[in-house]
Antibody
């Protein structure tokens, strides 16, 4: 069974940092591209970042470029998102997403971890 | 990059059918769109991908046969037949655009489906 379990969310002050993790199981993690997608309370989905299967290529939404860093440890089957210089508008549920290799379909999502940025 | 537009709400009676629409902005009629179901308090669940020729690839795990898709022009449709209570969810559509450092994913605003 495919499982993606996010952790690391919490309450942080503006300007602070947080590191999110997503532990994968039930599939060959090293073969899949991965994404982070967020959702502010009561709002729609917003793509944040993606990383290829080797970890050598990354992409970011303009809103987080230069502040967030996506990475992965294939040996530990873990996807990470380092978030620095956090702003109130970063407050959201953050979802880890698996991307199937054949047609790059985002086919599994985690349950999310909540990040709240407030003083 | 494309803009995806979804009506904010839809409703249907138990056992009836409903069609949800995701509309691509002009110039992007060849784009595929992914449909997601999000039940209250849960993470999104992949339903299926749709292009102008219909479904692209396979349905998501556990998606019943009652769910189908169609693509026409700028519109990507998700039809649910014989609606059940568990179908009451938010439905999102999304599309990939670009490559490399210019890659983005765009999402519609979501449609809240109410089962009457």
């Amino acid at each position: 069974e495919v499982q993606l379990v996010e952790s690391g969310g919490g309450l942080v002050q503006p300007g602070g940092s947080l590191r999110l993790s997503c532990v994968a199981s039930g599939f060959t993690f090293s073969s899949y591209w991965m994404r982070w997608v967020r959702q502010a309370p009561g709002k729609g989905l917003v793509w944040v970042s993606r990383i290829n299967s080797e970890g050598s290529s990354t992409s970011y939404a303009d809103s987080v470029k230069g502040r967030f860093t996506i990475s992965r440890d294939n040996a530990k089957k873990t996807l990470s998102l380092q978030m620095n210089s956090l702003r109130a508008e970063d407050t959201a549920m953050y979802y880890c997403v698996r991307v199937a290799p054949r047609q790059l379909v985002p086919d599994y999502w985690g349950q999310g971890t909540l990040v709240s940025v407030s003083s | 990059q494309p803009v995806l537009t979804q009506p904010p709400s839809a409703s249907a009676s138990l056992g009836a059918s409903v069609t949800l629409t995701c509309t691509l902005s002009s110039g992007y009629s060849n784009y595929n769109v992914d449909w997601y179901q999000q039940r209250p308090g849960k993470g999104p669940r992949f339903v299926m991908r749709v292009g102008t020729g219909g479904i692209v690839g396979s349905k998501g795990d556990g998606i019943p046969d009652r769910f189908s898709v169609l693509g026409s022009g700028l519109n990507r449709y998700l039809t649910i037949k014989n609606i059940q209570e568990e179908d009451e969810s938010d439905y999102h559509c999304g599309a990939d655009h670009g490559s490399g450092s210019n890659f983005v994913v765009v999402f519609g605003g979501g449609t809240k489906l109410t089962v009457l």
